[in-house]
């Protein structure tokens, strides 16, 4: 079998395609490792997941200084620019309009899973870790829980644990800030 050898796309790169208008307007993609990817669809549970914890994540603000970012992107390296669900990054004067925010600049990584479990938790997660991204979660909207994975490495996250609904966690950078995880989840009828 022959190994088919492909080209890697770098930050700058993904950046001069979106200028020059190769992607359809609207088109939500993420520059992963290189490649240009197609984001999932959202889902209801995952819009409605998305506001409940942009909503709790804006109120923290009054305790933190940080900005909450939604779906906003962050570059992690020359060859990955992915655009997480929430991110809460450290303060900037002028809102990073001059760069995208940098591993040294983010505080916390939410994505928000319904359909998309596999990619967050498989080459997101590696990504994330090889960034030094030191606190990273994934709500599973489906499943009514969240993954959390902390101290990154080289080769992934060496801590992961998987918390219930009705558990609560505060980020690492802000551990007086406990979060109920129900209040980041679509509401039951």
Request: with cysteine; charged share 20%; proline share 8%.
């Amino acid at each position: 079998m022959t190994q088919l050898l492909t080209r890697l796309w770098t930050v700058a790169d993904y950046h001069r395609m979106e200028q020059a208008g190769i992607f359809n307007a609207g088109e939500r993609v993420e520059l992963l490792a290189g490649q240009v990817v197609p984001m999932a669809a959202k889902g209801t549970p995952h819009t409605v997941s998305l506001t409940r914890t942009n909503e709790l994540m804006s109120r923290l603000r009054e305790y933190v200084q940080m900005i909450v970012r939604i779906q906003d992107p962050i570059t992690l390296d020359d060859y990955s620019e992915p655009e997480p669900d929430v991110v809460l990054v450290r303060p900037d004067p002028l809102y990073y309009i001059e760069r995208h925010p940098i591993p040294a600049d983010v505080y916390l990584v939410i994505e928000i899973a319904d359909s998309s479990l596999a990619l967050d938790c498989g080459i997101k997660a590696n990504l994330y870790a090889q960034a030094g991204i030191g606190d990273y979660w994934v709500l599973e909207v489906n499943q009514r829980q969240l993954r959390v994975f902390r101290e990154p490495s080289d080769v992934g996250y060496l801590s992961q644990r998987v918390l219930p609904e009705t558990a609560t966690l505060a980020p690492l950078q802000f551990p007086n800030l406990p979060i109920a995880i129900q209040d980041l989840l679509p509401l039951l009828g």
